[in-house]
C-alpha cells in the first residue's frame, strides 16, 4: 500500500509538472503577446469573458491567468470591471483539462506519454530550432501529463486503492446530506493544496476511468461515486481561488477586489449549485453523452462553470460596486509615495507577465517626464510668480517620484532577469533599464531648469522680450523630441529607420539652436549686458541641450 501512495504522489507530480511545463512553454512560445492580450483584450464584458476563456485554454491554468490579472489590476492596466468578464472566462477555460481525460479514457494515454516527451526534447536539444524553445517544453509538458494521468488511473485501478475508495464511499454516502458536505470540504482542501483545479478534477476522473472499466464496480457504486465525485468537483471551485488570494496579497485596493470578485464569484456559484443539487445533477445527466459517468464529470464541470457565468454576468457593474464597497480605497495618497512590489506568485505562474508588468511602470514614467515638460512650458510660457507657488512645486513633487520609480524599477528589474524568460523578454527588461536611466536624467534636467526658472522670477531678472521669445521655440524642440521618444517607449516600440532619422534631424536642429542663442548671450555680455541675467539664460540654454541629448540617447536606445 506504501508504493501505491508513493506511486500516486509520484503520479500527481508528473501531472502538476506537466501542466506548468505546459503553461511556461506556451507563455514562453509566445513571449508577451498572451500578456498583452489579457491586458487590452477587455474592452467589454463579453470580450474579456472571450479573453479569459481562449488564454486560460491555451496555457492550461487559470491560476496563472489569475495572477496575471491581479497583477495587471494593481498595475492600472485593467479595471476591476474589465477584470470580472475575464475571471469568468478563466474559470470556463480551466474545465478543457477534463475533457482532455475523459477523452483520453478511451484508449490507453500512458502509451502516448513517452514518445510525446521524447518527440519535444528531441525538437529542444536541436540547436537551430531553439526560437522555438518554449513549445517544444510545452509538447513535453503535454507528454508528462499524459503520463501522470496514465498513473492516477493505474493507481486508481488497484483492487486495494478501488476497494478503499468505494467503501469510503458508501460510508461517507451514510451520513446522508453531510456527505455532501464532507465531499466539498475534500475538493476544497485538496485544491488549495495542489493549487490547481484542472489537476483536482483529473484526479476525480481518474477514478472515474479506474472505476468504470469492466468488472471493477457496480452500477450502484458508480452512481454513489458519480454523486460524491461531483461534490468534490464543485468543492475545488472554492480551492481554486486560493492563487488569486495570495497574489492580492501586498496589492493595492483594486488587486484586492479583483481577488474578492473570483473568491465571491466562486462561493456564490458553488452554494448556488448545491441549493439545486438534484435538479442540477439530472440536467448534467441529460445532455451528458450516454451514461459514462467519465464524461459525466468532465460535463458536470464545464456546465457548473457556465451555469455561474450565465446566471452572474449580466451583473457586472454591480458586482464591480459591491467589491468596491466592501475593500475601502488604499489610504497612501497617489502620486506621493511610489510602490512596486515584486509578486513571487506572478513569478512562478507566468515569468513574462513580470515584465510585461514593468512595461506599464514605464509607460508611467514617462507619462511623468511628460507633465514636467508640460509645467516648465507654461513657466517659460507665463514667466510670473505662479510658477513659483504651483508649477515648481509640482515639479518637485514629480522629480521626487521619478526617483523612487528609478531606484524600485531597476531592482524589479533586475530581479526579472534571474527568471526564465524567453529571449524577447529578457532583451525588453535589459531595454527598460536602459530607458529608465534616460528617463530619470530627463527628470533630474527639468527639475535643474525650473530651479534656474524659479530663481529669475524670484530675483526679478530682467530679459530681453524678444531674447527670452526665442527660448520658447528652443524648448519646445526639445518638447517635441521628448514627446517623439514618449509615444515609443509608452509600447517599448523599436524605431524605424526612418523614426531614428526624424530623431535625429530634431536632435540637430537643438544643436544648432543652441549654438545660435549661445552667440547671442555672449554678444549681449560684450555689449555691456546684465551679467547675472546672461549667465542664467546660457545655463537654461545648457540644461534645454542636456535633455535633448537623454532624449537622443533613449532613441539609440530603442533603435
Not at 479 to 489: A, D, E, H
Amino acid at each position: 500500500m506504501i508504493l501505491n501512495l508513493i506511486n500516486f504522489a509520484g503520479s500527481l507530480c508528473f501531472l502538476l509538472y506537466g501542466m506548468k511545463l505546459m503553461s511556461d512553454g506556451i507563455q514562453k512560445s509566445a513571449g508577451q503577446k498572451l500578456q498583452a492580450a489579457l491586458a487590452f483584450m477587455t474592452g467589454n464584458r463579453f470580450v474579456g469573458l472571450l479573453t479569459g476563456c481562449i488564454l486560460t485554454m491555451i496555457i492550461q491554468s487559470s491560476g496563472a491567468t489569475t495572477v496575471m490579472l491581479v497583477s495587471f489590476v494593481n498595475a492600472g492596466l485593467v479595471s476591476v470591471t474589465q477584470a470580472i468578464g475575464v475571471i469568468f472566462g478563466a474559470n470556463i477555460g480551466t474545465t478543457v483539462t477534463g475533457w482532455i481525460v475523459a477523452l483520453g479514457s478511451s484508449f490507453e494515454i500512458k502509451d502516448y506519454a513517452v514518445p510525446i516527451f521524447g518527440l519535444g526534447y528531441l525538437l529542444y536539444i536541436l540547436k537551430r530550432l531553439k526560437s522555438r524553445e518554449g513549445l517544444w517544453l510545452a509538447i513535453m509538458g503535454f507528454g508528462l501529463l499524459f503520463f501522470g494521468l496514465g498513473g492516477l488511473s493505474d493507481f486508481f485501478a488497484v483492487p486495494d486503492v478501488k476497494s478503499f475508495v468505494i467503501h469510503f464511499i458508501d460510508a461517507v454516502n451514510g451520513f446522508g446530506a453531510i456527505s455532501y458536505v464532507i465531499g466539498l470540504f475534500i475538493g476544497i482542501f485538496l485544491t488549495a493544496l495542489i493549487h490547481s483545479s484542472s489537476a483536482m478534477s483529473a484526479i476525480v476522473i481518474g477514478m472515474a476511468v479506474a472505476m468504470s472499466k469492466e468488472g471493477n464496480a457496480s452500477i450502484e457504486e458508480l452512481n454513489e461515486f458519480w454523486r460524491f465525485g461531483a461534490v468534490m468537483i464543485i468543492g475545488s471551485s472554492v480551492g481554486s481561488t486560493v492563487d488569486a488570494i495570495l497574489a492580492a496579497i501586498g496589492a493595492n485596493a483594486n488587486a484586492k477586489r479583483t481577488a474578492a470578485v473570483h473568491v465571491l464569484f466562486n462561493v456564490a456559484t458553488v452554494i448556488i449549485a448545491l441549493i439545486f443539487f438534484n435538479p442540477f445533477m439530472a440536467f448534467v445527466e441529460f445532455v451528458s453523452p450516454g451514461h459514462n459517468i467519465v464524461f459525466r464529470i468532465a460535463m458536470l464541470n464545464t456546465a457548473f462553470k457556465l451555469m455561474g457565468t450565465v446566471i452572474f454576468i449580466p451583473f457586472v457593474n454591480q458586482i464591480s460596486k459591491f467589491v468596491s464597497i466592501l475593500i475601502k480605497d488604499d489610504k497612501i495618497p497617489e502620486g506621493t509615495v511610489y510602490k512596486l512590489e515584486f509578486s513571487e506568485r506572478m513569478a512562478i505562474e507566468s515569468p513574462e507577465g513580470c515584465v510585461f508588468r514593468a512595461q506599464s511602470e514605464v509607460k508611467l514614467f514617462s507619462d511623468k517626464v511628460a507633465q514636467m515638460f508640460d509645467e516648465l512650458q507654461a513657466g517659460f510660457s507665463n514667466f510670473n510668480s505662479d510658477f513659483v507657488t504651483g508649477g515648481y512645486e509640482e515639479i518637485v513633487k514629480t522629480e521626487d517620484y521619478c526617483d523612487q520609480m528609478n531606484e524600485q524599477l531597476t531592482q524589479y528589474l533586475v530581479r526579472c532577469t534571474h527568471l526564465h524568460l524567453s529571449d524577447e523578454a529578457k532583451d525588453n527588461a535589459a531595454l527598460m533599464m536602459q530607458l529608465i536611466s534616460e528617463m530619470e536624467a530627463m527628470a533630474d534636467g527639468c527639475l535643474n531648469i525650473a530651479y534656474q526658472l524659479k530663481k529669475a522670477i524670484e530675483k526679478e531678472m530682467k530679459f530681453n522680450k524678444e531674447d527670452f521669445d526665442r527660448l520658447l521655440p528652443y524648448f519646445e524642440l526639445a518638447r517635441q523630441l521628448m514627446f517623439f521618444i514618449y509615444k515609443n517607449v509608452s509600447k517599448i516600440q523599436r524605431l524605424t529607420p526612418e523614426q531614428f532619422q526624424f530623431a535625429s534631424e530634431l536632435e540637430q536642429q537643438i544643436d544648432d539652436e543652441r549654438i545660435a542663442l549661445r552667440k547671442l548671450a555672449r554678444s549681449r555680455l560684450e555689449s555691456g549686458g546684465d551679467v547675472r541675467s546672461e549667465l542664467l539664460y546660457m545655463d537654461i540654454i545648457r540644461q534645454i541641450e542636456k535633455i535633448g541629448d537623454r532624449c537622443f540617447d533613449a532613441a539609440g536606445d530603442l533603435r
